[in-house]
């Protein structure tokens, strides 16, 4: 996101505070809906995200649309689309990281949405043929929601099923690890905690584990919840995934490298 989208969505997650317990799973829906409708329809998303046009104006076509919507929600989108965005689909992806992040902060404490969204992604990535068919551009989207829900029926919380069938259903060019990388990342966030995705060869000691975890709390001054993934084909060392921010340290990345600088 550009600047103006950043400080934008840092106003929604402030009005989102702001609402406390009003904010609730319907409350989300009725964001990813707002989403998916202004994706859906370039006129409404080009005047919703303009620049120039007049925020109380923006404000009024909001009332307009989204009139039969809860009042949390509506307070929401009043906030988002009263911020300048850095383009039309900024806005949209605000409006769901909103949605997001209205599920985190009103689930209930026995649901962990950041364990759920990680295995679902590890099942996932285990298996090509489903990555496949949640992933196709060809597949509708009703088809691949269905998919899911039969996957996670009994297994997943209401709260991360709702995430997950807005991001699946609705990806915008987005692979499945990426989306679930999005999605728990928010929600661990949203919790005041960050999530490291650390690839091995082996499984880590348990000493080494808490080494990690501790050096990483202290490099990112806040809790790190260290997630591990077993790969043989990095050989060796370990890559880790924090946000945006990838550092490979494995084996197979500097055999890689070696490759090329000998191919010079």
Request: proline letters at 4%; one cysteine or more; glycine letters at 8%.
């Amino acid at each position: 996101m550009g600047s103006a989208s950043r400080q934008a969505l840092a106003s929604a997650k402030a009005e989102l505070s702001a609402l406390g317990g009003q904010a609730s799973l319907d409350t989300a829906q009725q964001l990813f809906e707002a989403a998916r409708v202004i994706d859906g329809q370039a006129q409404l998303r080009s005047a919703l995200a303009d620049p120039s046009a007049e925020a109380d104006l923006k404000r009024a076509l909001v009332a307009r649309v989204f009139g039969p919507f809860g009042e949390p929600a509506k307070r929401l989108l009043t906030v988002v689309v009263g911020h300048r965005w850095s383009s039309p689909s900024d806005l949209v992806a605000g409006i769901e990281e909103v949605g997001v992040r209205a599920i985190a902060a009103s689930a209930p404490e026995c649901v962990s949405l950041e364990t759920e969204l990680q295995a679902f992604g590890a099942v996932v990535a285990s298996d090509a043929q489903l990555e496949l068919a949640l992933g196709s551009k060809l597949a509708a989207a009703d088809s691949k929601v269905a998919l899911v829900q039969r996957l996670l029926e009994g297994k997943a919380s209401a709260e991360t099923l709702a995430i997950l069938r807005q991001l699946i259903a609705h990806p915008r060019g987005r692979r499945i690890p990426e989306l679930v990388r999005f999605a728990a990342g928010v929600v661990a966030d949203q919790g005041g905690f960050t999530i490291a995705t650390v690839s091995v060869a082996a499984p880590l000691a348990p000493g080494q584990l808490d080494r990690l975890r501790s050096a990483l709390s202290r490099q990112y001054s806040r809790p790190v919840s260290v997630n591990v993934l077993i790969d043989p084909s990095l050989l060796g060392g370990m890559r880790l995934h924090v946000g945006d921010e990838v550092i490979d340290g494995t084996v197979s990345a500097r055999l890689s490298d070696l490759k090329l600088q000998l191919a010079s």
